[in-house]
């Protein structure tokens, strides 16, 4: 599979991660098991039985565990990092063709990065559904991330350049959230105070 074309299908699966981890990988793993996408040597485990079987039980867990009351919240706070991992191993894992140097490199900076990003946009987007409804909202966002994760996750590996146009929003939007949102604006010694 061409360098780019695989990037661009990394960079439309993590930044599902950012909305929800586990989605993406087994969105991963059925597709390889279908023969529709080529894994990295070393990452075809993504696509073996047991991990689809494990992806699937911590799919439903994890989206279950966000339509509990502030359980989604303190999940914010053990996701934030695992979506940056979660999105560098997606991506690694589509750059078996490349350089080791730059299949990390990328990994890390596309992967880790726009997981990061959409993931931060996420809690921001949560903190202001908590604190304008008191938890009472949570669960129409937790709603519109999972189907955003299984969406962008299928949409990567059907049309990734349409992933990459949608992806871009998102960001956009992610990032626009993040900057208006009230914690953004303070400094940051008024956060540690």
Request: proline share 5%; charged share 5%; hydrophobic share 55%.
């Amino acid at each position: 599979m061409d360098i780019a074309l695989s990037l661009i299908i990394g960079i439309g699966l993590s930044a599902a991660c950012g909305f929800r981890i586990f989605v993406p990988f087994l969105v991963m793993g059925i597709a390889h098991q279908a023969g529709q996408l080529p894994l990295a040597a070393g990452f075809e485990w993504i696509g073996s039985t047991p991990a689809i079987i494990a992806f699937g039980t911590a799919t439903v867990l994890e989206i279950a565990a966000y339509y509990t009351p502030w359980v989604d919240n303190l999940l914010d706070t053990i996701t934030t990092p695992s979506a940056a991992i979660a999105g560098t191993v997606i991506v690694a894992s589509q750059l078996g063709e490349a350089s080791p140097l730059v299949q990390w490199s990328a990994a890390v900076i596309a992967g880790g990065g726009i997981s990061l990003t959409v993931q931060s946009g996420t809690v921001a987007t949560r903190a202001v559904s908590t604190g304008t409804t008191g938890g009472i909202g949570n669960f129409v966002v937790s709603t519109i991330e999972w189907m955003m994760a299984l969406f962008l996750g299928i949409l990567a590996i059907i049309v990734p350049l349409l992933c990459l146009l949608l992806v871009s929003v998102v960001l956009w939007k992610m990032i626009a959230l993040m900057v208006r949102s009230p914690w953004f604006k303070k400094h940051p010694a008024d956060i540690a105070a």
